[in-house]
């Protein structure tokens, strides 16, 4: 019973943290390690990055666990859905003000989003040659909106 509710939060919410997990359960420590190392052997789950890893159901593929970690992060999603919005690539200082974030937050998860290749870079050539110059759109839009409902994000 414990481990199905386990195993049902963890499909419910891939991507979730360890802390997640035992505020979701209202279980124990002890009790929430011992079941989750439990579905890891028996090949339910996978624990997916260093430091404060994410679990994943075996059945989430192994190419998306990097982009869901990365939209699992609240101002990284709001970054994402306002870019999806929006009919026009978007500079930082616009999504700022949107998502009202500061300047070097936004700036880290911007990087972040880059870097999973989730968000890309472009040149709006209205101020040429300047940082302001650069906007922010999304790198594949529709892939984009269709993995955030598939994986309720």
Do not use: W
Not at 13 to 19: D, H, K, L, Q, V
Not at 133 to 138: L, N, Q, R, S
Request: proline share 3%; aromatic share 6%.
């Amino acid at each position: 019973m414990r481990k199905d509710n386990i195993l049902k939060i963890i499909e419910r919410t891939p991507g979730i943290s360890y802390n997640e997990i035992v505020r979701e359960s209202n279980l124990s420590n002890g009790v929430v390690s011992h079941y989750i190392l439990s579905l890891m052997e028996g090949g339910n789950i996978e624990k997916y990055g260093e430091g404060r890893p994410k679990y994943f159901h075996s059945k989430i593929p192994a190419k998306y666990r990097n982009i869901i970690s990365v939209l699992r992060n609240d101002t990284n999603l709001s970054i994402v859905k306002l870019l999806l919005k929006s009919e026009s690539a978007l500079t930082s200082k616009e999504i700022c003000k949107e998502i009202d974030k500061s300047a070097s937050t936004v700036s880290v998860s911007l990087k972040n989003l880059q870097n999973s290749s989730i968000v890309e870079r472009k040149i709006l050539n209205r101020n040429k040659k300047l940082a302001s110059d650069i906007g922010y759109t999304p790198k594949q839009r529709m892939f984009l909106r269709d993995f955030l409902v598939k994986y309720k994000i």
